[in-house]
Every structure is written in structure tokens, then in C-alpha cells.
């Protein structure tokens, strides 16, 4: 089994940080990319950052200059470093890793999900 434990969510006021962390654990053979995801009352899931093991990163335009995303390969965790928020950044964010795994002897690559923390913008 693998899973995903995010942390980190919380309300902060508009211009403030916040940090997401998430840590993957379990029969995990290697991580190939980690992601943040969120997803706004009635709008679809959206991706906001991704980086590679690599380290190349990906972020959504509505973040850029803003959002900052990191990895700790040898502990298998991915942050989130949020700076100067704004009340449309507020949704549920969801980690995500495409990851190898190793099982009963055999390997295979899936895709998981954390359970999502919520990250609210308001004054």
C-alpha cells in the first residue's frame, strides 16, 4: 500500500504564506513526478505545480511568481511554498505522486492522491 499524508492547510488573510507539505510512504520503488492539485467548490480539479524527480518544474499561470514547489527525494516529500494569497487561491489541495511500486514481487507505476487540506483566503 501507498499512501499520501498532506499537511499544512489552514485560513490565512490575503498576502499572506502558507506551506503545504506531503509525504509519501509504503512499498514505494521510485517517485517520478509529484504534484499539487486543488479543486474549488464547483469548479474541476486543476493542477497548480509539478516537478519531475529531475526537478523541472510545471506551475499553473495563476500562480507563477507566487507558488514555489519542492521536493525531498531521499524522504519522498513534496512542498508548497504559497506567498502573497489571494482569496481565488482558496480549494482543497491534493498531492499527487506517479510513482513505481513494488508488491508480492512484482513492480507497477500508478497514480495516487492525497486526501486533500484546505486552504481558505479570507479577511
Same mark, same amino acid.
Given at each position: 500500500?501507498?499512501?499520501?499524508?498532506e499537511?499544512?492547510?489552514?485560513?490565512?488573510? &490575503?498576502?499572506?504564506?502558507? $506551506?503545504?507539505?506531503? =509525504?509519501?510512504?509504503?512499498?514505494?520503488?521510485?517517485?517520478? /513526478?509529484?504534484?499539487?492539485?486543488?479543486?474549488? &467548490?464547483? %469548479?474541476?480539479?486543476?493542477?497548480? =505545480? /509539478?516537478?519531475?524527480?529531475?526537478? *523541472?518544474?510545471?506551475? =499553473?499561470?495563476?500562480? %507563477?511568481?507566487?507558488?514555489?514547489? *519542492? $521536493?525531498?527525494? =531521499? %524522504?519522498?516529500?513534496?512542498?508548497?511554498?504559497?506567498?502573497?494569497?489571494k482569496p481565488?487561491? !482558496?480549494?482543497?489541495?491534493?498531492?499527487?505522486?506517479?510513482? !513505481?511500486?513494488? $508488491?508480492?514481487?512484482?513492480?507497477? !507505476?500508478?497514480?495516487?492522491?492525497?486526501?486533500?487540506?484546505?486552504?481558505?483566503?479570507?479577511?
Open positions: 500500500q501507498v499512501q499520501l499524508v499537511s499544512g492547510g489552514g485560513l490565512v488573510q &490575503p498576502g499572506g504564506s502558507l $506551506r503545504l507539505s506531503c =509525504a509519501a510512504s509504503g512499498s514505494i520503488f521510485s517517485i517520478h /513526478a509529484m504534484g499539487w492539485y486543488r479543486q474549488a &467548490p464547483g %469548479k474541476q480539479r486543476e493542477l497548480v =505545480a /509539478a516537478i519531475t524527480s529531475g526537478g *523541472s518544474t510545471n506551475y =499553473a499561470d495563476s500562480v %507563477k511568481g507566487r507558488f514555489t514547489i *519542492s $521536493r525531498d527525494n =531521499a %524522504k519522498n516529500t513534496v512542498h508548497l511554498q504559497m506567498n502573497s494569497l481565488e487561491d !482558496t480549494a482543497v489541495y491534493y498531492c499527487n505522486a506517479d510513482l !513505481t511500486y513494488y $508488491r508480492s514481487g512484482n513492480y507497477g !507505476t500508478d497514480d495516487y492522491w492525497g486526501q486533500g487540506t484546505q486552504v481558505t483566503v479570507s479577511s
